[in-house]
């Protein structure tokens, strides 16, 4: 009896264990049920959300992978890797990580001007152009360093010019002043110069009128004894008519005789010359002796002579002669004797010389060069006198001094006294060539005095 009780208190409580058991089991069910709905419902409503993420046929592509690769590198969902990078690229594009795809085209319309591009091609389009205004920018930073190293230059070039003008400007200031203080010296010096040849002026003008009325009365004594010397030449003439060449022996009028010829160049050789006064040009009648030069008693003219020579060389004491007349079957022979009327060797001619001169024949005639007239007469042997009287031969004038204008009231006393000395030059010409025509003195320019003199100058 025993025994059965305690097989039954063992299954009862064997039951019982077991019956609290499936409760627990049921209870336990039903709970793992309840939770298995609540995480079925709970899956799918992820799975739905996931699929809102990704599609099914989406997580097998290869950049998908590659996402959720990188996400888990960083220990993130996708969704998160992708926001984070999102965030970074808004960062990195407008520079706030919440920035969004609409307000990120906003902003790359604004960049490329409403252009459809992308960013990256619009930043190579901007970096293009940053390069290509750098290099325009390093262009113009190179030619503004150039210009402004031309700049530089320049500016030392005008600073030298500048400082070179200032040392010049100073110079000629410097020399101004010093000119300033001599034409101020100069101008008093002047002023007084000027007042001393205003009464020398006046002086000189008084000296002039008074030498202008002695000259006009001097002028006057010698026209008067210029009509009496004509009166007296003429009352001579006419007394001394047809007996002037009337010699006592025919042998004095002999000039020379005839030492050679020469038949070939038809010429005659002359025992006269240089120291005989002959000179080219000069003509001789030929005689065969000295009875056949007895002139005409009622003309006191010669008679012809058998030939004519004119002198065409002259040495000192002989001369050649060419044969220009020569009587046909009465030639000319040695020993015939030759005369000249007019020619005289043994007379000392008396000159008066006045005038410029080209002596030197230079081309120049001047006042200075009638001294060397003088001596080419004096060397022929003739004598010169400063005065025009009865005993003068022969006048000789050389160009006529040339009177300067009138000089200015005012002008320097040297510059009058010059004008004064030159017109009164100017006046004795005139004048003497003047009283010589009025007492028929012989008037010789400069050429014929030298063909008198026998005296051939050239250049």
Do not use: C
Request: net charge negative; proline share 3%.
């Amino acid at each position: 009896m025993a025994g059965r009780t305690s097989v039954g208190v063992g299954w009862g409580i064997s039951f019982s264990i077991i019956s609290v058991i499936a409760l627990g089991l049921f209870v336990t069910t039903v709970i793992f049920m309840a939770q298995k709905q609540s995480a079925t419902k709970k899956f799918n409503e992820l799975q739905s959300g996931i699929s809102e993420i990704v599609k099914d046929g989406e997580r097998e592509r290869d950049d998908i992978k590659q996402l959720k690769v990188a996400a888990g590198k960083k220990s993130q969902s996708l969704v998160a890797f992708l926001m984070s990078s999102q965030e970074e690229a808004m960062q990195l594009a407008t520079g706030s990580p919440k920035a969004t795809a609409e307000e990120l085209q906003k902003s790359l319309d604004q960049v490329t001007g409403n252009k459809s591009t992308n960013m990256l091609q619009a930043i190579r389009e901007r970096d293009a152009q940053l390069t290509a205004e750098r290099k325009r920018a390093s262009d113009a930073e190179a030619a503004r360093q150039s210009a402004q190293k031309d700049l530089e230059n320049e500016v030392a070039r005008v600073k030298a010019i500048e400082d070179a003008q200032k040392a010049t400007i100073a110079a000629m200031t410097a020399q101004i002043d010093t000119y300033k203080g001599e034409v101020d010296k100069y101008a008093q010096e002047v002023g007084e110069a000027k007042r001393g040849m205003s009464e020398h002026e006046e002086k000189v003008r008084a000296d002039a009128a008074d030498n202008s009325a002695q000259l006009n009365a001097r002028i006057a004594d010698l026209e008067r004894e210029a009509l009496l010397a004509r009166d007296t030449i003429s009352r001579l003439q006419s007394e001394l008519k047809g007996r002037s060449l009337k010699p006592g022996d025919e042998y004095a009028l002999v000039d020379a005789e005839v030492i050679g010829l020469d038949p070939a160049e038809n010429t005659a050789f002359l025992n006269i010359g240089q120291n005989q006064k002959v000179r080219v040009g000069l003509s001789f009648e030929v005689y065969s002796e000295p009875t056949a030069l007895r002139p005409d008693a009622a003309t006191g003219d010669y008679p012809s002579g058998k030939a004519s020579l004119e002198i065409i060389k002259v040495d000192r004491d002989t001369a050649t002669a060419r044969i220009v007349r020569e009587k046909k079957g009465n030639p000319v022979v040695r020993g015939d004797v030759v005369a000249n009327a007019v020619y005289d060797p043994n007379k000392v001619y008396t000159m008066l010389v006045f005038g410029n001169f080209d002596a030197n024949q230079d081309g120049f005639a001047t006042a200075n060069e009638t001294s060397d007239v003088k001596s080419l007469i004096a060397e022929w042997g003739g004598r010169t006198v400063e005065d025009l009287s009865g005993e003068v031969d022969f006048l000789v004038l050389g160009r006529r001094p040339t009177i300067p204008p009138p000089p200015p009231a005012g002008a320097p006393n040297a510059v009058i006294e010059e004008y004064v000395r030159v017109k009164n030059l100017s006046d004795r010409y005139d004048d003497l060539f003047r009283r010589a025509t009025a007492t028929s003195i012989p008037v010789l320019n400069e050429n014929r005095l030298y063909t008198l003199i026998g005296k051939r100058l050239g250049r």
